[in-house]
């Protein structure tokens, strides 16, 4: 048990850290958003489940490629909390309460709500371009996947996920969550595990442009007349090496 004791306080100590304090305190109260959000998709829930809801529901925050692309626009904000209704809903919740919680808590709820978003985003546009390519590309879907409904929470929870590891320096999470997801396209191959890929993609070329814009801080920004050179307040969440 040392060993494995010792990884995990490797892995998830500063994320513990992060997160302890303010829960310790506050509770619920450190995560209004997050507990907003469990509220909004508990109630979408039970409206997309009633014969007077459904049509409601489908037309605020269902999301597919089939649809004009400014519609789907639209409706992509509303899309992150819209649960699948072929899943049971209570798995939607938890993620939701944990992932978001705990990034809510190290991000704020902005952050936490755009990188959620750009998750989200990535998975609805690849959709498209994988219908385009076709069933017969790697990248490829079938024309019948137009019709499927987008993933919902789940792209914008695994995203959160794996930005989280690597914002923190748990990259054995993050890349569990990775080869997770990985391993769930080479088994089933449909819409939502290339969505979740896809979702994975967008937070990667986020956190790159994190690293980048940074690195041209450090370069050109603190040599400004009158800027502050080694204050490391460059507008950006400190990244943790």
Same mark, same amino acid.
């Given at each position: 048990m040392k060993?494995?004791?010792?990884?995990?306080?490797?892995?998830?100590?500063?994320?513990?850290?992060?997160?302890?304090?303010?829960?310790?305190?506050?509770?619920?109260?450190?995560?209004?958003?997050?507990? !907003?959000?469990? $509220?909004?998709? %508990?109630?979408?829930?039970? %409206?997309?489940?009633?014969?007077? #809801?459904?049509?409601?529901?489908?037309?605020?925050?269902?999301?597919? !490629?089939?649809?004009? @692309?400014?519609?789907?626009? @639209?409706? %992509?904000?509303?899309?992150?909390?819209?649960?699948?209704?072929?899943?049971?809903?209570?798995?939607?919740?938890?993620?939701?309460?944990?992932?978001?919680?705990?990034?809510?808590? $190290?991000?704020?709820?902005?952050?936490?709500? %755009?990188? !959620?978003?750009?998750?989200?985003? !990535?998975?609805?546009?690849?959709?498209?371009? #994988?219908?385009?390519?076709?069933?017969?590309?790697?990248? #490829?879907l079938p024309a019948s996947d137009a019709r499927v409904v987008d993933t919902g929470p789940s792209a914008a929870v695994v995203g959160l996920a794996v930005y989280l590891g690597w914002r923190y320096g748990a990259y054995v999470t993050a890349g569990a969550v990775a080869a997770a997801m990985t391993v769930e396209v080479a088994v089933k191959g449909n819409l939502a595990g290339k969505e979740h890929l896809a979702a994975m993609a967008g937070v990667a070329a986020l956190c790159g442009a994190v690293v980048a814009g940074r690195r041209l801080w450090n370069r050109y920004g603190q040599r400004r007349p009158g800027s502050r050179t080694g204050s490391g307040r460059s507008g950006l969440p400190p990244i943790q090496s």
């Open positions: 060993p494995l004791a010792r990884w995990a306080r490797v892995e998830w100590e500063l994320l513990y850290a992060t997160v302890h304090g303010p829960l310790a305190k506050r509770g619920l109260g450190a995560v209004p958003m997050t507990v !907003a959000a469990v $509220c909004l998709t %508990t109630v979408l829930q039970f %409206t997309q489940n009633q014969p007077w #809801g459904y049509r409601f529901v489908q037309d605020i925050g269902a999301v597919r !490629a089939e649809d004009p @692309l400014r519609l789907a626009l @639209l409706r %992509t904000p509303l899309s992150l909390f819209v649960p699948a209704l072929d899943l049971p809903v209570w798995g939607a919740l938890v993620q939701i309460l944990v992932v978001l919680g705990i990034a809510e808590v $190290c991000l704020g709820w902005w952050r936490t709500l %755009t990188i !959620a978003y750009v998750a989200t985003l !990535a998975g609805t546009l690849y959709a498209r371009l #994988g219908i385009a390519l076709g069933p017969d590309g790697l990248l #490829g």
